[in-house]
């Protein structure tokens, strides 16, 4: 047992054979074990209440557990041996192996989370990949240290998991910053036809447009916010603060948040709809382009009506945006940008002597955050909100936006 890496780990998880409905989980650590309900989890630390059914919520770093075990009644806790450090010549990586029950294998992860909707979020090393899965499937998730040769090739999932290749993004991740919770380091979101896919629409295609267009549309609102910096509080300052690099030379880089697209829905922290048919969202009259729930996650895309989305951040020489594209495609920048000034929480401007992004139609003077949505979005962000969740597609406070007055429809070929 002195050499004991993996193979110890599994024999020993073999041991905590339990179902996991009617949930107790079970915190060990050095210092004994105990009941607990988990709330959440992340690499860091894990979220508790107290006893099988207590209330006080309290946190522990994973620094001081050594497995978590999902069990089936409270009372029936097996107890677990410690083990040893292996000894690795190649060196030793902290690990969490999980149990998935079921599996021949448990899982090797370089991270978990669980969030508060019972998901379990797992970082794997082969393939590299992050899958996602009920909380329900997990038997145990226990810390371990384990030899680098000795991580398995490969894993299995159960059925019930979804998994995908991890991306990489600069200074990326899903903490809010401020107290508008909308606003996060990084955005990840999900396509969400809605209706038939006509034949011969490529939705990867599209996706990457989607994403480019999302990227631009945060990356101009925040850097509009930047534009403005001495007008603003500590908190906001601190925010762009942090995002910004410095050479020595006095160089600044600011670095928008990230914008990623994902295939597993558990992660996204925005959905996209794409309303090839959506006569709900979506109605003949008024013609609209997009739509997005107000302190949400979610727009819509009316595919339907328009046959041609496509991204371009390009300014022109009266330094504007375009909204028709030379290929007569309609311009999806200041579409996300406008739908994500909804889902930041902005209403509609619609005053009468200056045009702006958020107006309820476009105008080609204002395809860009003014200073006036610069303004009203730099005060949003200090709100308190959390919003709607990635997916909420009842658009009871919601408004769509319409192209251009001047605008006139390609005809069909
Ligand atoms: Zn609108």
Redesign the pocket.
Known sequence: MRDSCLATALSLLAFVVTASIGRADVLRGSSGAAYVSILAMDRIAIRYFEGCSGAEERSIPWSEVESVTFEPSCGSAIAEATLAAPDCPDGSLDVFVVDLGGQATPVVAESVAITADRTVHLDTFHPWEQAHGPVSTVRSIARRKICRNRIPESYELPSSFCHEGRQVAVAFDYRAPLSNKILTNGFSFILQPVGPIPDGFDVDAFGAEVRNAFQSGISLWMSSVKDMEARLSPDLRKFLDGRTSRSPNGYQLFIPPQVIRLACPQSATFVVELGFDDLELFPKFPL?L???KIEGRTIALNMRAFKCFRSQLKFGPDKRLSFELDDGCINLVPIMA??L??AFGL??VDNETTHAL???QFSRDALVPTERDTLALATILEESIVGAAPGVLKFVS????RPPADWKDSPPN
């Open positions: 609209v997009a739509r997005a406008h739908e000034g909804h209403n509609h958020m107006d309820s919601s408004s769509g936006v």
